[in-house]
């Protein structure tokens, strides 16, 4: 880390990730995943040409590449006072196009769409990168003082239009980014906390961690770019939370610095009896009451052991029921996946060229003895993957135990190569967005939580409705829609959408994109499900917000908004 | 008349309708035998978990629903939890199906043989059999088909056989249990038997309900059941009864399936078997106990001429669509659905309103055969010449004349629910004057009474198609002037006064009145200005057709107030009501002073009853005096006035009823 921009430099501006990971389909019509990053990288994948074509009636004839153009951009409305007076302070500022695009959204389709069609709304007007949490506290002065408005930026990965700018904002718009205080600033071993700055991204903190033999655990899917602030103010989970908790477990101090001044607990107590949480005023508060400067969070020290495992069950249903069962004896491991068919099929469409003629023969015969010897229906067998961590011999026990469950539903174990290629997806399912809006296909993905008994009603319906209302707008070709269970709880799960579609035909896919989500949602919400389990709601779920929380808790946290900043500093127009 | 009467199907009248095909007249050319034994495959529902009727028991059994009201049972009676489970069983025991592809081949044989010695044909719109098949694939289906006859649910599974489709399990009056036999025969044909009443009994509510959402949700069968609860004896639509309805919407609410289809289904019969029976039924002779050795006694029908039946698959209706933007499926996250739970009031309403809608579209959908306007006709003409100076009888010309006028006339009310067709004469029914000497003027005055309410039910299935039309012309009629607020006032009156005797949507006035204004001025027979509503020169006929039509319910709805008000006594029970009112009537009625026979029906008695007691003007009493029903004489005395139209309807009583 160091220099202002590193992360920016080596990012795509329109589409997710590193600049040099992406796939394309080669000459010869292959699919490749390019870069050094990925174990999947540099590598051809055969079968995905297949798969896409078969799922979503997309041809390679039909090429949609972006439009690249980053000059369309507005000219920025300087609050001249407030860049004079910050001149002074010498926090460094930018009012450069490309880094006020960069700042300028998340990763909603809709966002991407348009900045690949080189179009762009309303932009931050400059870009403020504060060193430490008393620059942080200078910015916010000024900005109160001037009637600026500030929006903070942390890794961009948001999926909830939460950072894009209300383009009703007559004020001028500065994006407060976050990633130069990305600093552990101290270790404590006796209590294992850590105090670190919440610019810091959940990659360089693992890795920092790990150096000193310690880790937080908490692994979100976008940990490569997502940060610690923005973990805090959205009510992040992590993969391995059956372990390590979600972000509200791991959190032991927050400092916030709002107009108002700086909110904080006055000691380090694993837990008090002082009234409301004040953390859970700012946790899930996305931006809107301030900027999470400093957290201290629980570390652990890094597992001995780790290990995948995957099983495949008959059907969804099976497997769902064995997942209640896992949750039910609290043995979930570190973490726990249900894929459906469909994902599944995709899944395989990603295996990547096998090296040997032998892996080739072993995998045939897996398919052999699965499909034909235990009468495995292939169009309705699921899978499910497995990460354990620990020491050595408990991994070893628990592994035994959870398989021994599996096996009570059907669930035969399918080895850690499939296991581990499923958590390896999940960092690369992103940048094959990219590539579908190459050839006509949008997607996007969303989540919620819902008890037990609703799961599989849901997944359902979700997914029949998405089919539906695509049919209902005209979409030429049946849309992919499919689900997984990623997460167990006590009472529930928590259960995430994928869907995607070609658009051929459509005069305006965003817009047919946007309503097929907007139904999708309607349809969570009447069969139980919540409005996010940990993408928050931005600005594209805040219409559900009074629904959900009720008018009372819609007013409580209009009262704490109005108290903390009642000029709408932090402006984003998030959440209420 | 000639020149029309030649049945065809090409008529450009019947085009926004369905084509109906035949189905017997294969059978009259082929085998029977071989197609009681052809291939059977159905498609079936794309969701479905196949099994096993026992499998089914069981899921039941283990319902968390059951299991929930079990315990909840045993705890509020202090009985074993293993005790109330076995009741569970009992219930279940004796109320499911088990339905069976060779008893269904066995019927798909002997009904066969019998459809083609009673009926003339028996016509189905294959269009809807299409819809119906792309409809089980795709949801869980319930089929509701109107009840005129025992016959209706051998019909509609002996035609989904017919047609290759998935066969239905269909929800049956507990009294068919009584014929040993065949209520075996019946539940291996698909019938799950239902108690009449069960009101307060948790453990059967709970058994039943889950039996059948069980079916449902597993896309096990299209379940069928009747809306109308049991046969109109009058060949009206009855009021649809909603509990069967709330049950297998459930599901739907719950999110426990993605969507359902209902599918209302009409048939109309030319000639219901039970004709006879039903008029006997209303006139106080009692209907005889289902019994087998009655069902053979009844074998001489075999050797009548019951004309042709249309069966019409009306458009699958989509549940979801139904509900959209009128229920709010989330109010079921807070509590675990396999808990029971009253209805919400939103849940009540849009059940009530979807089941009238649905009977509405049966009612649509019912084909009109010409003798349905006949009988309108020589009913009407058989009234007035009990007028003093009329001579009985009507020309055939002048008859033919009008029946013409009448089609025409129906024809531009209602999108052709009417099939051309040469008419031909019956000799068994119709308003014809037989003496003999050794019978009482009563006997008589019955025996009289029994071929008009015939009749009369002829007439009543073409009601729904004047009625809104006929209710503003007695509006018209009774209303103190042509002002068009006053008529309103008038139609809203009469329309609440007959709500429980003809299907009219709740809250729906405004439209009906909407409705009808439109279709009379359509029609030339009324002219509405802003203000007023006018009678042209040429409507007078429509006008003075359509109140003669209301007219024997209007009279008969004063009648039961008169009596209320002048033999009602302290101890008049609804139980003793229908004798002594028809004791009432006979009497009038051979003194002269009455006009229609047909008010004799029970049906008319017990309906009026129930407005009055729905408006207040009659009350139930509760506890010593159970079942006694106190008259508010004034109101009821104001009602009959209103209706007679020697009281104006006013907004006061308009905005109290």
Not at chain 1, 26 to 33: D, I, L, S, T, Y
Request: glycine content about 6%.
């Amino acid at each position: 880390m160091g220099s202002t921009q590193a992360l920016q430099e080596i990012m795509k501006w329109n589409g997710w990730g590193y600049s040099d990971s992406r796939f394309f389909f080669n000459k010869k019509g292959q699919a490749e995943f390019t870069g050094k990053r990925y174990k999947l990288s540099g590598l051809i994948i055969p079968a995905l040409k297949d798969w896409f074509e078969s799922t979503f009636g997309a041809s390679l004839q039909h090429k949609t590449p972006p439009i690249l153009n980053s000059s369309a951009v507005h000219p920025p409305t300087l609050n001249e006072t407030f860049v004079e007076e910050l001149k002074s302070t010498g926090i460094p500022f930018s009012h450069d196009a490309e880094d006020r695009v960069f700042r300028a959204h998340g990763h909603c389709l809709h966002e991407i769409f348009a900045l690949r069609e080189g179009k762009f709304g309303r932009v931050p007007d400059m870009v403020i990168w504060p060193n430490c949490h008393n620059d942080v506290v200078k910015v916010v002065e000024l900005a109160s003082k001037h009637n600026v408005c500030l929006i903070p930026y942390g890794g961009g990965t948001s999926v909830s239009s939460a950072l894009e700018c209300p383009p009703e904002e007559t004020r001028s718009i500065v994006s407060l980014d976050t990633s130069q205080m990305n600093h552990i600033l101290w270790i404590d071993e006796k209590n294992l906390t850590a105090h670190v700055e919440a610019g810091i991204v959940g990659q360089d903190l693992e890795r920092l961690l790990n150096e000193s033999g310690y880790c937080t655990g908490h692994e979100p899917d976008s940990m490569e770019f997502s940060s610690l602030g923005g973990w805090v103010a959205t009510r992040a989970s992590g993969m391995k939370k059956n372990i390590y908790g979600n972000i509200e477990d791991l959190v032991v101090h927050i400092k916030m610095v709002t107009p108002r001044g700086v909110i904080e607990k006055s000691c380090q107590g694993p837990r008090m009896s002082t009234g409301p949480d004040i953390h859970h005023f700012i946790m899930g508060s996305e931006g809107t009451l301030g900027v999470v400067t400093e957290v201290t969070m629980k570390i652990r020290p890094m597992p001995e052991y780790q290990k995948y495992g995957s099983v495949v069950f008959p059907n969804f249903e099976q497997g769902v029921a064995c997942l209640r069962e896992v949750a039910r004896q609290r043995c979930a491991p570190a973490s726990i996946r249900l894929m459906d068919n469909e994902q599944f099929k995709f899944g395989h469409a990603l295996k990547p060229q096998v090296s040997s003629i032998f892996t080739s023969f072993l995998d045939g015969l897996k398919k052999f003895y699965i499909t034909k010897f235990k009468g495995f229906d292939p169009n309705r067998l699921c899978v499910a993957t497995l990460l354990f961590e620990g020491d050595r011999e408990r991994v070893l026990q628990h592994e035994k135990q959870v398989y021994d469950i599996a096996a009570k539903f059907g669930g035969l174990a399918a080895g850690e190569d499939n296991g581990q290629r499923g958590y390896m997806l999940t960092f690369v399912i992103a940048y094959l967005r990219d590539l579908g809006m190459d050839y006509y296909v949008i997607g996007e993905s969303f989540e919620t939580s819902v008890p037990w008994d609703r799961v599989l009603d849901i997944c359902q319906n979700v997914k029949e409705r998405i089919v539906r209302e695509c049919k209902d707008k005209g979409v030429q070709f049946p849309p992919l829609s499919t689900c997984r269970v990623t997460q167990t709880y006590d009472a529930g799960a928590c259960v995430y959408f994928y869907f995607a579609f070609n658009y051929r035909g459509l005069s305006d896919p965003v817009h047919v994109y946007e309503q097929v989500e907007h139904a999708a949602r309607e349809e969570i919400l009447a069969n139980g499900g919540s409005l996010s389990h940990h993408h928050g709601v931005g600005k594209l779920r805040k219409e559900w917000m009074r629904e959900t929380v009720s008018s009372v808790g819609l007013g409580m946290l209009k009262s704490v908004k109005d108290f903390v900043d009642p000029n709408n500093i932090f402006g984003n127009r998030n959440l209420l | 008349m000639a020149s029309k009467a030649v049945y065809s199907h090409r008529d450009p009248m019947l085009k926004k309708r369905d084509d109906f095909e035949d189905i017997l007249e294969e059978r009259r050319n082929s085998s029977d035998l071989r197609y009681a034994l052809k291939c059977y495959t159905p498609v079936v529902y794309k969701g479905i978990s196949p099994c096993k009727a026992d499998a089914l028991t069981n899921m039941v059994l283990q319902s968390s629903h059951l299991h929930y009201v079990i315990s909840q049972v045993s705890k509020e009676t202090g009985r074993a939890v293993d005790d109330v489970q076995d009741e569970a069983s009992a219930i279940l025991e004796e109320m499911a199906q088990r339905l069976q592809l060779s008893t269904i081949r066995f019927f798909a044989f002997t009904l066969s043989k019998v459809f083609k010695t009673l009926f003339r044909s028996i016509c189905v719109n294959e269009e809807g059999i299409q819809r119906l098949q792309q409809a089980i694939q795709e949801h869980p289906v319930v089929l509701l088909p109107s009840h005129r006859s025992y016959m209706d649910f051998l019909l509609m599974s002996y035609l989904l056989y017919t047609y290759d489709l998935a066969l239905p399990v269909i929800a049956a009056g507990m009294d068919f249990m009584g014929m040993k036999f065949v209520g075996e025969m019946l539940r291996m044909s698909g019938a799950f038997f239902i108690r009449r009443s069960f009101g307060g009994d948790k453990l059967y509510w709970a058994v039943f309900s889950e039996y059948v959402k069980t079916m449902l949700k597993n896309g096990y069968a299209p379940v069928e059941f009747f809306l109308e609860g049991t046969r109109s004896r009058t060949s009206k639509s009855l009021t649809p009864k909603l509990g069967l309805l709330n049950i297998v919407m459930d599901p739907f609410f719950k999110g426990e399936v993605f969507d359902m289809s209902l599918v209302p289904v009409s048939i109309s019969y030319e000639r219901i078997l039970e004709e006879s029976l039903y008029a006997r039924e209303m006139l106080g002779v009692p209907k005889p106990k289902e019994s087998t050795s009655g069902l053979f006694k009844a074998r001489k029908v075999l050797s009548q001429n019951y004309g042709s039946i249309h069966v019409y698959f009306g458009q699958p209706v989509s549940l979801r669509s139904l509900a959209e933007g009128r229920v709010n499926r989330s109010q079921f996250s807070l509590v675990p659905r396999h808990i029971p739970k009253r209805p919400s009031e939103e849940i009540q309403n849009f059940v009530n309103d979807s089941a009238y809608m649905l009977v509405r579209a049966q009612e649509e959908n019912m084909v009109l055969k010409p003798w349905v306007l006949l009988a309108s006709l020589l009913l009407q003409n058989h009234h007035q010449s009990q007028a003093p100076g009329q001579k009985p009888g009507m020309a055939l010309d002048e008859l033919t004349e009008r029946v013409v006028w009448l089609r025409d006339l129906s024809r531009q009310f209602t999108v052709v629910p009417e099939i051309q067709e040469t008419l031909y004469l019956r000799g068994d029914v119709g308003p014809k004057e037989s003496r003999s000497a050794d019978t009482t003027p009563e006997e008589e005055l019955l025996s009289r009474a029994v071929i008009v309410l015939s009749c009369a039910s002829y007439r009543n299935q073409a009601l729904h198609v004047f009625l809104r039309p006929a209710l503003l012309a007695l509006a018209i009629h009774a209303a103190a002037s042509t002002k068009k607020r006053e008529v309103f006032y008038s139609f809203s009156f009469l329309r609440n006064m007959f709500s429980n005797e003809f299907i009219l949507v709740p809250g729906a006035t405004v439209q009906d009145f909407e409705e009808a204004c439109y279709l009379l001025v359509k029609t030339g027979a009324l002219q509405i200005t802003q203000q007023e509503v006018l009678v042209t020169e040429r409507g007078h006929r429509t006008i003075v057709f359509l109140t003669s039509m209301l007219d024997p319910f209007l009279q008969g709805y004063q009648v039961v107030c008169r009596f209320l008000c002048e033999e009602a006594t302290e101890e008049l029970t609804e139980k003793q009501f229908i004798p002594s009112i028809r004791r009432f009537i006979i009497k009038h009625l051979l003194a002269g002073r009455l006009r229609y026979t047909e008010v004799l029906s029970s049906d008319l008695q017990k309906n009026a009853l129930a407005a009055l007691l729905r408006l207040g003007a009659v009350q139930k009493l509760k506890g010593v005096d159970q079942g006694t029903l106190k008259v508010n004489t004034v109101m009821v005395n104001s009602l009959e006035d209103t209706l007679g139209g020697k009281l104006p309807t006013q907004k006061v009583v308009v905005a109290r009823l």
